[in-house]
C-alpha cells in the first residue's frame, strides 16, 4: 500500500472521528440540581431565565444558586454558546453590570472542576449546575429540558 493512501485513510479517520465529536456524549451538559429540589423539567426558556438570573426562585419559593464552571472548561463553552448566547467577555460583562444595577443579589459562584460543581450541588439546597453527562454520577438529580433527558439526540445541550 503507497503512502498517500496510508495517509488519505488516516486523514478520513480523523475526519470521521471529528465529525462525531460532536455527538460524543462526553461532550453532552447535563443539568444538575440538589436532589430536593422539587422540579423534573424546565423549558429551554425557564432554563435560560435561571441562568440569566432573571428568575432567582425555584416554585417551592427557594432561592436558585447558580454555578458556573470557571473558564476553559468544555461544558462552560457549550453553556455561554447555547444557553447565554455570549462569549465569554460578554458573559462577564452581563454578569456585573447585573450587579451593578443590584438585580441579583450575588452573582453565580464559579466551580473550578466538575467534581467540585457535583458536590455543591449535593449540598446547597436550591442549586442548579451543570456537569458533562459522563461526570453527573450519584447525589445530584439531571433536569429534563422541554421533557427530554441528556440521552436524547434532541436534548439542545450537545
Not at 61 to 87: D, F, W
Not at 146 to 157: I, Q, T, V
Request: glycine letters at 6%.
Amino acid at each position: 500500500m503507497s503512502w498517500s493512501r496510508l495517509f488519505l485513510i488516516a486523514l478520513f479517520g480523523l475526519l470521521v472521528s471529528s465529525a462525531g465529536y460532536a455527538q460524543n456524549p462526553t461532550n453532552t451538559v447535563a443539568i444538575v440540581v440538589h436532589p430536593a429540589t422539587k422540579t423534573d423539567n424546565l423549558s429551554f426558556d425557564e432554563l435560560r431565565r435561571i441562568f440569566r438570573g432573571e428568575r432567582q426562585f425555584w416554585a417551592d419559593g427557594s432561592r436558585i444558586t447558580l454555578l458556573v464552571r470557571a473558564p476553559v472548561s468544555q461544558e462552560r463553552t457549550v453553556v455561554l454558546s447555547k444557553i447565554y448566547r455570549m462569549t465569554e467577555d460578554q458573559f462577564r460583562q452581563y454578569w456585573i453590570a447585573k450587579m451593578f444595577r443590584a438585580e441579583v443579589a450575588a452573582g453565580p459562584k464559579i466551580v473550578y472542576s466538575s467534581e467540585m460543581a457535583r458536590e455543591l450541588v449535593t449540598v446547597i439546597p436550591g442549586a442548579i449546575g451543570f456537569l458533562p453527562l459522563n461526570a453527573v454520577g450519584g447525589g445530584v438529580k439531571v433536569i429534563k429540558i422541554d421533557n427530554m433527558l441528556p440521552s436524547d439526540p434532541r436534548y439542545p445541550l450537545r
